[in-house]
């Protein structure tokens, strides 16, 4: 089977409000209730490209951990990662009813916690398939007792995970906001000066409107968040990044060169492939919503493939941001200008502008990069770790996956690109998804290709791991709380 998903109706569905008419017994509410209720939040709130990843997934992670736990009393042997609410009975899980109303009280307890601003806006998700958002019972022998409980056990377990949700971690007393970076990380570059052409240089970015701004590295302290399948992230090492170094001449310019080459003949095709995987709720989120819709997984086997896929991603950028920050290193808008300074470079142009002969100093990716140093490859890693999670799951390497960018599509350039409607894909294998995702990063502008050849194994190393730590929670397995 492959299925088609346009731009436009990802896009659609994702901003859709909760559904009125949704059937309990029947229905699937994470995918039909959660999801079209929080994605667009995401896109307002958290990242409008959907590519800040490490916030990004730090909701999406935590969502489907408390989906998780509600569910496992319902499941014959599962038990939750920080929850342990007993079994019930199997009658009540002979319908979804019971599963779609702890997954609901949940994830409404999760959110209230990760985006407390938007109460309403979870208050309405209830309410619209009928659930009081203030029942508040703890009774673990109800549906919304065990949502409730599962929920706020996810809450306490992750508000002081190290990722300074609330503002507290640290000890840096004029750094009390949330999220904010407490180990004390400062770049050797300024935005206005290249000390040290090896290292990461923040970029000066603007939306066009005049207004400017200058990149921080963002989350840092990501590094430090806790892992769900790993206790210590110094266990997966990415080797140096041997070509990076401004001593290895030949080499830090062969990797630049190829960055302008790729960038001067980039197909509509190339373009709208960087734009997908650089949006990882389209990309990592709904891949795993259409492998579970295409194999006609039940309620409960898609809650755990969706929090598999996405605990992997989370490990695998918590590892990637222990190696970002251990490397530092530059990323190719930077290497591209100081080699060749204001000398004509042929390449992208901007949106609408084809090849061009452009001053080196004045190229830019055709992506926005990310504000963070550039190897290895964060978005190779998650796509090798959600590949392998999926596959060792599925226990099918087998995707089968398109995606249809109708003419004009593009994000970067509305209107113009695809000139004519083009179809992603298909990826008939999760292995060609995360190779393409991947390559996605050098069309894109923002990767040197080393970055992702090694983010791609520390990936999957650690997808194995995520997949491992998930079956023991479903076998019944899993070491006792703390």
Not at 350 to 372: F, M, Q, S
Request: net charge neutral; glycine share 8%.
């Amino acid at each position: 089977m492959r299925c088609i998903v346009t731009f436009v109706f990802v896009l659609w569905i994702a901003g859709l409000p909760a559904f009125a008419a949704f059937n309990l017994d029947t229905g699937n509410a994470p995918i039909e209730v959660v999801i079209p209720a929080v994605a667009p939040i995401i896109f307002m709130d958290i990242s409008p490209s959907g590519g800040d990843a490490t916030l990004v997934l730090r909701v999406t992670t935590l969502v489907t951990n408390a989906w998780f736990d509600a569910s496992a009393p319902y499941h014959p042997r599962a038990q939750g990662v920080y929850s342990r609410l007993g079994r019930r009975p199997a009658s009540e899980s002979a319908t979804n009813r019971n599963i779609n109303i702890a997954c609901l009280y949940a994830t409404y307890r999760v959110l209230n916690s990760l985006l407390p601003k938007r109460n309403a806006e979870w208050r309405a998700m209830m309410t619209s398939v009928g659930l009081d958002p203030d029942n508040d019972t703890s009774n673990n022998t109800t549906a919304t007792g065990i949502g409730n409980r599962a929920g706020n056990a996810v809450v306490r377990a992750r508000q002081n995970d190290g990722m300074n949700q609330l503002g507290n971690e640290g000890g840096v007393e004029f750094n009390r906001q949330p999220y904010a970076d407490y180990t004390g990380y400062e770049p050797v570059n300024t935005a206005y000066e290249l000390r040290n052409p090896s290292r990461w240089q923040p970029r000066i970015t603007t939306p066009g409107n005049g207004i400017f701004a200058v990149q921080q590295f963002v989350t840092p302290q990501f590094a430090k968040t806790r892992p769900y399948s790993y206790a210590d992230p110094d266990r997966f090492r990415a080797p140096r990044p041997d070509a990076t170094l401004q001593q290895s001449s030949r080499a830090y310019q062969d990797q630049a060169d190829e960055v302008l080459r790729v960038s001067a003949n980039l197909t509509d095709y190339q373009k709208l492939v960087a734009e997908l995987f650089n949006n990882k709720i389209l990309s990592l989120g709904f891949s795993a919503v259409f492998a579970a819709q295409s194999r006609g997984l039940s309620l409960l086997d898609f809650i755990h493939l969706d929090f598999l896929t996405n605990l992997a991603a989370f490990d695998a950028g918590i590892a990637t941001w222990n190696e970002k920050r251990r490397w530092d290193a530059v990323r190719p808008f930077s290497a591209i200008r100081h080699l060749y300074g204001s000398r004509l470079v042929r390449a992208w142009g901007g949106p609408g502008r084809g090849t061009v002969l452009i001053p080196a100093d004045e190229w830019k990716e055709y992506l926005n990069v990310a504000d963070h140093p550039e190897y290895p490859s964060g978005s190779a890693a998650f796509c090798a770790a959600h590949a392998q999670s999926a596959r060792r799951f599925l226990n099918s390497d087998a995707l089968n996956w398109s995606v249809s960018a109708p003419r004009g599509s593009s994000v970067i350039e509305p209107g113009i690109t695809p000139a004519s409607d083009i179809v992603l894909g298909p990826w008939a294998t999760w292995t060609q998804f995360e190779t393409k995702c991947g390559l996605s990063r050098l069309w894109g502008g923002v990767h040197f290709r080393d970055a992702i050849v090694e983010g791609r194994p520390l990936g999957r190393v650690i997808g194995e791991q995520a997949y491992l730590f998930l079956k023991r929670h479903i076998d019944g397995n899993a070491p006792p709380l703390d």
